[in-house]
């Protein structure tokens, strides 16, 4: 299939208004959806799936230019062209970082981020490790009076708090070009790594489960720099150093980069590399995922995709607007992505799906669910060929087994591991867990004969009641809003979470209600949702609303009006909400992206598709409720 081939017989819906929906144009709407649907439809590569592209980050940027200066400056075994193309990379990295520093003196995580101390905070120690303090004096100068602003290493762990997954790695990388002292970095006990991964949960270990890595390089550093004064805690120490790089080591998928992430890549090759261990095999396969990761402008993403993502987004989004979805092509791409062999970095069993085909994925309860949402819009399209049928059940309940056992005992789903509940990002999230049960829910013919699956959905919708905050909405644990006083995103994850209970037909409960009271009340007085008009009491980057979040609001308001359900407002809301999102898309650019993604340890991204396939969603189910094909309108909400 072409990069640009059109679907040809996806099916569209002739246009018969319903009369006791909103009167929304309903001609209106459908030009808007085929835009969207058309553009969705154009981003799909050779291959007939979607990759997407994240923001480029001057976080990831810094830690790459530290690691890549740190191998140039201690690798004996680098021959001249090898030492010319990171001199390169590390010459164009440098060139990025300072063309993009904004006017507080500060970074931010991406071009649409506010600056933060973190990624400051690398800048200056990546220009400061490259060697170029001198040549950036002023504004280095200005750098260094936002960090003074922020109580610098104070500051950087007040972000933080307890979890010290990303201020311990902020602060060696610091310790490394000389800007703090080695005994501000917090040890971190790297000897940990050499038990057997089933006892991770259980020792309380400082970092998140997928920070291994940086627990055992940088543990080592800092061992190394400055190692204990117990002559016992020492020798124990030395007797791991081996036996925990061989672990780094062995958790290193192919592509070399740990997470496919450019930061954990980058901290664990510089702490190696800056204490003795340059020539290691880690920072080899490392380095080599640096090179092969950098962009053009000379900077890094995050991560290298979201491919399965962004994958799973689209498809769910045309079969929520009624799209023939088994068309695609995508299917054996999807299908080749689930994972089935235990993984060597969290040691999750066969079954789960990661964010990206590339070797650096780990299995996860938001990739998982989307593609077992997926595969069930696959095998109800019109067009799907039941000699599929055989190999798409046993890919589904190999998913979903993977997905019911790593609920954790409080009831909710945690993101990689289960049990890991007291740090950021590793507890049970909101989010997921609407994910998780939507995607049981969706293949209940096959998971209502597995074990327990009805008291795993009750304790589900038991732990999302417990964390309906008091407003009535819900809080997710991966996406956020940087205008948020707290970083938070309560409208992705009300959105989210209200899908959960639409799937459940559990829509006249009293949580409901409250939430979409709540989702409501935050409409902006242009009509959309989110961006920084409720938060924010200055102006700000971009638009006042958001394609993305406007998008979800619609998407979960939209049931609502769907089954008649009397709420105030509801109705006049829907349709302010629609008139801004279709006029977006009339006028352009409505496919711009916000920085809503939230990775690990608050750093953000942007991702190219989240608008195209956000809105696809919102305009294909609205579609849905506004026209219909020669059936009734019992089948307008389809899941």
Same mark, same amino acid.
């Given at each position: 299939?072409?990069?640009?081939?059109?679907?040809?017989?996806?099916?569209?819906?002739?246009?018969?208004?319903?009369?006791?929906?909103?009167?929304?144009?309903?001609?209106?709407?459908?030009?808007?959806?085929?835009?969207?649907?058309?553009?969705?439809?154009?981003?799909?590569?050779?291959?007939?799936?979607?990759?997407?592209?994240?923001?480029?980050?001057?976080?990831?940027?810094?830690?790459?230019?530290?690691?890549?200066?740190?191998?140039?400056?201690?690798?004996?075994?680098?021959?001249?062209?090898?030492?010319?193309?990171?001199?390169?990379?590390?010459?164009?990295?440098?060139?990025?970082?300072?063309?993009?520093?904004?006017?507080?003196?500060?970074?931010?995580?991406?071009?649409?981020?506010?600056?933060?101390?973190?990624?400051?905070?690398?800048?200056?120690?990546?220009?400061?490790?490259?060697?170029?303090?001198?040549?950036?004096?002023?504004?280095?100068?200005?750098?260094?009076?936002?960090?003074?602003?922020?109580?610098?290493?104070?500051?950087?762990?007040?972000?933080?708090?307890?979890?010290?997954?990303?201020?311990?790695?902020?602060?060696?990388?610091?310790?490394?070009?000389?800007?703090?002292?080695?005994?501000?970095?917090?040890?971190?006990?790297?000897?940990?790594?050499?038990?057997?991964?089933?006892?991770?949960?259980?020792?309380?270990?400082?970092?998140?489960?997928?920070?291994?890595?940086?627990?055992?390089?940088?543990?080592?550093?800092?061992?190394?720099?400055?190692?204990?004064?117990?002559?016992?805690?020492?020798?124990?120490?030395?007797?791991?150093?081996?036996?925990?790089?061989?672990?780094?080591?062995?958790?290193?998928?192919?592509?070399?980069?740990?997470?496919?992430?450019?930061?954990?890549?980058?901290?664990?090759?510089?702490?190696?590399?800056?204490?003795?261990?340059?020539?290691?095999?880690?920072?080899?396969?490392?380095?080599?995922?640096?090179?092969?990761?950098?962009?053009?402008?000379?900077?890094?993403?995050?991560?290298?995709?979201?491919?399965?993502?962004?994958?799973?987004?689209?498809?769910?989004?045309?079969?929520?607007?009624?799209?023939?979805?088994?068309?695609?092509?995508?299917?054996?791409?999807?299908?080749?992505?689930?994972?089935?062999?235990?993984?060597?970095?969290?040691?999750?069993?066969?079954?789960?799906?990661?964010?990206?085909?590339?070797?650096?994925?780990?299995?996860?309860?938001?990739?998982?669910?989307?593609?077992?949402?997926?595969?069930?819009?696959?095998?109800?399209?019109?067009?799907?060929?039941?000699?599929?049928?055989?190999?798409?059940?046993?890919?589904?309940?190999?998913?979903?087994? @993977? #997905?019911? %056992?790593? *609920? =954790? +005992? /409080? $009831? &909710? !789903?945690?993101?990689?591991?289960?049990?890991?509940?007291?740090?950021?990002?590793?507890?049970?999230?909101?989010?997921?867990?609407?994910?998780?049960?939507?995607?049981?829910?969706?293949?209940?013919?096959?998971?209502?004969?597995?074990?327990?699956?009805?008291?795993?959905?009750?304790?589900?919708?038991?732990?999302?009641?417990?964390?309906?905050?008091?407003?009535?909405?819900?809080?997710?644990?991966?996406?956020?809003?940087?205008?948020?006083?707290?970083?938070?995103?309560?409208?992705?994850?009300?959105?989210?979470?209200?899908?959960?209970?639409?799937?459940?037909?559990?829509?006249?409960?009293?949580?409901?209600?409250?939430?979409?009271? @709540? #989702?409501? %009340?935050? *409409? =902006? +007085? /242009? $009509? &959309? !949702?989110?961006?920084?008009?409720?938060?924010?009491?200055?102006?700000?980057?971009?638009?006042?609303?958001?394609?993305?979040?406007?998008?979800?609001?619609?998407?979960?308001?939209?049931?609502?009006?769907?089954?008649?359900?009397?709420?105030?407002?509801?109705?006049?809301?829907?349709?302010?909400?629609?008139?801004?999102?279709?006029?977006?898309?009339?006028?352009?650019?409505?496919?711009?992206?916000?920085?809503?993604?939230?990775?690990?340890?608050?750093?953000?991204?942007?991702?190219?598709?989240?608008?195209?396939?956000?809105?696809?969603?919102?305009?294909?189910?609205?579609?849905?409720?506004?026209?219909?094909?020669?059936?009734?309108?019992?089948?307008?909400?389809?899941?």
């Amino acid at each position: 299939m072409a990069v640009y081939g059109e679907i040809t017989s996806i099916k569209r819906h002739s246009i018969t208004l319903i009369p006791h929906l909103p009167m929304f144009d309903p001609e209106r709407l459908e030009n808007a959806y085929q835009i969207c649907r058309q553009r969705l439809l154009d981003e799909r590569n050779s291959r007939g799936h979607w990759t997407g592209e994240l923001a480029t980050s001057a976080l990831a940027t810094a830690t790459a230019v530290s690691a890549l200066h740190l191998v140039l400056k201690n690798r004996s075994n680098l021959d001249s062209s090898q030492r010319e193309q990171i001199e390169s990379l590390v010459d164009g990295g440098v060139g990025y970082l300072v063309a993009h520093q904004n006017e507080d003196g500060g970074w931010g995580d991406t071009e649409k981020n506010y600056s933060n101390i973190s990624t400051t905070m690398l800048a200056v120690a990546a220009l400061t490790i490259a060697g170029r303090a001198a040549e950036f004096e002023s504004i280095i100068a200005d750098a260094n009076r936002y960090i003074d602003g922020l109580g610098r290493v104070a500051g950087l762990r007040k972000r933080y708090g307890k979890d010290k997954t990303f201020a311990v790695p902020i602060l060696a990388n610091c310790a490394i070009a000389g800007l703090v002292d080695w005994k501000d970095v917090s040890p971190l006990p790297f000897e940990a790594a050499c038990l057997p991964q089933k006892f991770y949960r259980f020792i309380r270990l400082p970092v998140v489960s997928y920070a291994i890595p940086a627990l055992v390089a940088i543990g080592q550093a800092r061992f190394i720099h400055a190692p204990p004064w117990n002559p016992i805690m020492r020798a124990i120490r030395s007797m791991s150093v081996k036996r925990s790089l061989d672990v780094l080591l062995k958790m290193q998928p192919a592509s070399g980069g740990y997470l496919e992430a450019v930061p954990l890549t980058s901290f664990v090759v510089m702490s190696l590399a800056d204490s003795g261990r340059a020539d290691h095999g880690v920072v080899t396969n490392g380095i080599k995922f640096l090179i092969e990761s950098v962009r053009e402008d000379g900077s890094w993403p995050i991560d290298t995709n979201l491919a399965t993502f962004v994958t799973t987004l689209a498809v769910n989004g045309l079969a929520g607007s009624g799209e023939d979805v088994a068309e695609l092509d995508c299917w054996d791409w999807i299908l080749s992505c689930q994972h089935t062999q235990r993984h060597p970095f969290t040691g999750a069993d066969p079954g789960g799906w990661g964010w990206t085909d590339l070797s650096g994925a780990v299995p996860d309860a938001d990739d998982t669910p989307g593609a077992l949402l997926a595969l069930n819009a696959w095998r109800c399209a019109p067009a799907f060929n039941n000699k599929d049928e055989q190999r798409i059940n046993t890919a589904a309940r190999s998913g979903l087994k @993977w #997905l019911l %056992d790593l *609920q =954790n +005992s /409080d $009831g &909710g !789903w945690p993101t990689f591991c289960r049990g890991w509940g007291k740090l950021p990002f590793d507890r049970s999230g909101d989010d997921l867990t609407a994910h998780a049960l939507r995607a049981i829910k969706a293949w209940d013919d096959v998971s209502a004969a597995m074990p327990n699956t009805e008291l795993s959905v009750a304790k589900g919708f038991k732990f999302l009641q417990r964390r309906q905050n008091e407003d009535g909405s819900w809080t997710p644990l991966w996406f956020g809003n940087q205008d948020h006083p707290d970083e938070e995103n309560p409208i992705y994850g009300t959105g989210k979470v209200l899908l959960a209970y639409r799937d459940y037909n559990k829509l006249e409960t009293p949580e409901v209600r409250r939430a979409w009271r @709540w #989702l409501i %009340d935050q *409409q =902006n +007085s /242009d $009509g &959309g !949702w989110g961006g920084g008009e409720k938060w924010r009491s200055t102006s700000s980057l971009g638009r006042e609303s958001s394609v993305e979040e406007t998008s979800l609001a619609i998407e979960a308001l939209l049931p609502a009006i769907a089954n008649e359900l009397d709420l105030e407002h509801a109705q006049s809301v829907l349709q302010k909400g629609l008139e801004w999102l279709v006029s977006a898309v009339e006028e352009g650019p409505w496919y711009e992206d916000s920085p809503i993604g939230f990775y690990f340890a608050k750093l953000w991204y942007h991702e190219r598709l989240y608008p195209v396939t956000f809105t696809v969603a919102a305009l294909g189910h609205a579609r849905q409720l506004v026209t219909h094909q020669n059936h009734p309108t019992d089948a307008i909400l389809p899941n």
